[in-house]
């Protein structure tokens, strides 16, 4: 999506997991967009410290995509509690706009839901990395791609473990939160689809038991690859690669497996289209 500075266009940022506790930090990343020309909205849900505000964070969401003149909706939470407004988007209103929806981590869960429902393509990227991105790059590929149409936030390499190319629609997110939606009509079908994985916590156990899980899960053996990203935790403790362990679980020879260190939980991660076909191959990285 191409936005235009001299148009002065509306976004919001939303919080629809855990609320966000450091109101300075929010302010700091309205203050970035502003200056790259946004007009930004604040959700009067990002800092409401409660359980039970689903409702409301669901019909400023509903709201938010029915109004024309927001166009994009970053949500800058995260944590644990996100699922919770899954079942009350309105997703049929939803289906019919085109605006992309912008989250990570917890938010796997409604990127995942709003594709499924809604058929939306939606991106799997934190626009609170502009702020916590010290070098200034991260504004700089985020303003060159979003407002100028490049792909700088885009350009990811892949190092492929398995086979030579991997195509099809990308699904996925954070593994954890990923697999919340098992047994739930959010879960989108996984059948020739491309599952991207990341975590940022999880030790070699937790990441074992959810590997196990994927696998059971239906469809699961008609995916067409599987894309990794960073595991931080696993990656800062264990030596043995988070690859490794995937192949020992799944014994799939034939199912392409590539991994990037560009995209996950990082400060200066770059942005993941999901919802959207990809070709990716060994030769063209």
């Known amino acids: 999506m191409r936005i235009k500075p001299k148009d002065k266009r509306k976004v919001a940022l939303v919080g629809n997991s855990d609320p966000r506790t450091n109101l300075q930090e929010v302010y700091d990343i309205k203050e ?16 409401e410290n409660t359980l039970f505000n689903t409702g409301e964070k669901a019909e400023i969401m509903n709201q938010y995509y029915a109004d024309d003149s927001i166009e994009a909706i970053f949500d800058i939470s995260g944590g644990d509690i996100a699922n919770g407004i899954l079942d009350k988007l309105d997703y049929s209103l939803i289906r019919k706009q085109k605006k992309k929806f912008y ?99 999880g030790g070699k156990e937790n990441l074992y038991s959810m590997f196990y899980q994927l696998k059971g899960l239906e469809g699961f053996d008609k995916i067409a690859g599987i894309l990794l990203g960073t595991f931080i935790s696993y990656q800062k403790s264990y030596e043995q690669p988070i690859e490794e362990v995937l192949q020992k679980i799944l014994q799939d020879d034939d199912l392409p497996i590539a991994k990037t260190e560009e995209i996950g939980h990082g400060a200066n991660s770059n942005a993941l289209k999901l919802g959207e076909y990809m070709e990716i191959s060994h030769f063209h990285k």
């Open 32 to 47: 970035i967009l502003e200056k790259l020309g946004l007009d930004v909205i604040l959700s009067p849900t990002l800092q």
């Open 103 to 201: 989250g990570y981590s917890d938010l796997t869960t409604v990127l995942n839901s709003l594709i499924s429902q809604s058929n939306q393509e939606v991106e799997l990227f934190q626009v609170a990395t502009l702020l916590w991105d010290a070098s200034g790059k991260q504004i700089d590929k985020f303003k060159s791609s979003f407002f100028d149409g490049a792909k700088d936030l885009y350009q990811t390499s892949w190092e492929f473990y398995q086979g030579n190319e991997i195509e099809g629609e990308v699904i996925g997110g954070n593994i954890r939160c990923f697999l919340k939606l098992a047994g739930t009509k959010y879960m989108p079908d996984l059948a020739n689809k491309v599952l991207f994985l990341e975590s940022h916590g």
